[in-house]
């Protein structure tokens, strides 16, 4: 039967339901199209729907833009994610993450997710009062 289908209706890979099955290179351009998608594109100048979202609602307000970015920009690549193997979205992942932590520094107006000024070390504990004893 495989015989009977001429080469070019042929198809050594598919995307269905956001997934792309088949051969690895086909599937890493999957991923790396969405990478582009979301996270931009360097040589193309184009800056990627996390930024351009982010960008256009925090110039209004910073509350609009943090409930976007929470509820929608970083749950657009949960699916990819859920249908691929993690070690073909490490590359998705790695550019999300850092597109993300670069969108919520705009809208907040600082690096949420700086370890060092959020260390034990750092924070400086209450004072104890008698209110409390």
Do not use: W
């Amino acid at each position: 039967m495989c015989g009977t289908v001429p080469e070019v209706h042929r198809a050594y890979s598919i995307t269905g339901c956001g997934a792309a099955v088949g051969d690895d290179a086909y599937v890493q351009d999957f991923l790396l199209q969405k990478e582009r998608e979301l996270c931009g594109d360097p040589e193309s100048g184009d800056v990627g729907t996390i930024a351009r979202v982010t960008a256009a609602l925090a110039e209004r307000s910073a509350h609009c833009a943090h409930t976007a970015i929470f509820y929608s920009l970083q749950s657009r690549v949960d699916n990819v994610l859920s249908v691929h193997l993690p070690s073909q979205t490490r590359r998705l992942v790695t550019a999300v993450d850092e597109a993300l932590r670069e969108a919520y520094a705009r809208a907040l107006g600082t690096n949420i997710f700086n370890r060092r000024a959020t260390s034990p070390s750092s924070r400086t504990q209450p004072s104890r009062g008698t209110a409390f004893r």
